[in-house]
């Protein structure tokens, strides 16, 4: 469509030096151009044709470990802002995750594998209801919303959170587990990997987890218009992602000192906790999301798969 390169002539600049701002010399993107033009300029006319000034949109994006989750959603700000000129804002449901302090003392009281963030329990989902509250408010005044440093396991200081000045047309929320559903009771009694035969004997933390997605997470994510869903063809190319992003995180922080990052042994272990609801996203997600992008096994966008309406 003439439309799409109009829009892709527009933004062809800004996009690709934010992917370039992304690559290392040993992991560079491929196809650039193709994703931009082929599959987010499209996604962008559809995001925009939902949106109505009069209220924030709210657009979930979700995707395994390493799917490209933050440069999908940064590149779709990029191109909603410079073609659309909508206000957009977007944020991870990573950077609510509660801080150490407090996941520390979910451990003791609940089980000692919620001192590991990720998985739902771990965010402070008061905080996300409130932020959607607020921004939904005729009267919105600016907010602060906070930042995870995850290279040291724990929020930013408030002097480095987000400031939210002006009320976004579209909001871009992006998490491994938005959209997640819980399963079946039935389903939790069987461990499916070591960690939870060794460490959840009993069924604890699943059982909490699942929980959660019951209540809390199932309030949040019925307020989102739209969800897109990155969707990898299986956990273990999940897995390869993940240790090349915390390659990445080593790479860019210029100290050295202090930051937990992991191990391939310790990525393989922390995955290990995100696999039940992963697995489980490998299965219905595509149902029920509005938007499919299926990537390949060399990390790229596959085809787009769009529901119905």
């Known amino acids: 469509m003439q439309q799409f390169s109009l829009c892709f002539d527009k933004v062809k600049k800004d996009c690709l030096r934010f992917i370039k701002s992304q690559e290392t010399k040993a992991d560079r993107f491929k196809n650039k151009e ?19 000034k009069k209220k924030p949109y709210f657009v979930g994006l979700a995707g395994g470990q390493g799917t490209g989750k933050t440069t999908v959603s940064s590149l779709i700000k990029i191109i909603l802002i410079k073609y659309f000129n909508l206000k957009v804002f977007r944020i991870s ?10 996941r520390m003392n979910l451990s003791k009281k609940v089980h000692p594998l919620l001192l590991t963030r990720g998985v739902p329990g771990t965010h402070d989902i008061n ?12 009267s919105f005044k600016r907010l602060k919303l906070p930042t995870f440093n995850k290279a040291v396991d724990d929020r930013f200081k408030k002097s480095n959170w987000y400031n939210l000045k002006d009320k976004p047309d579209v909001i871009i929320f992006e998490g491994w587990c938005v959209g997640a559903k819980p399963e079946k009771n039935n389903t939790l009694k069987r461990s499916i990997n070591s960690m939870e035969k060794v460490k959840d004997q009993k069924q604890i933390w699943r059982k909490y987890v699942n929980q959660q997605l019951k209540s809390k997470y199932k309030n949040l994510y019925s307020q989102l218009n739209c969800l897109i869903y990155l969707k990898a063809k299986n956990f273990n190319l999940l897995q390869k992602w993940r240790l090349k992003q915390e390659r990445k995180l080593w790479l860019n922080n210029t100290r050295k000192l202090d930051l937990k990052i992991m191990s391939k042994s310790d990525v393989i272990s922390f995955m290990q906790t995100y696999q039940r609801i992963t697995q489980n996203m490998f299965k219905y997600m595509p149902k029920y999301a509005s938007i499919i992008l299926n990537l390949d096994s060399n990390h790229q966008i596959k085809n787009a798969l769009y529901k119905k309406q």
Do not use: G, H, Q
Request: a positive charge; charged letters at 30%.
């Open 34 to 52: 193709k994703m931009i033009k082929s599959f987010l300029i499209p996604l962008c006319f559809w995001i925009n044709s939902k949106a109505n």
């Open 93 to 102: 449901i990573d950077d609510f995750y509660k801080t150490r302090k407090e």
């Open 127 to 138: 905080m996300i209801l409130s932020f959607f509250k607020k921004v939904k408010n005729k």
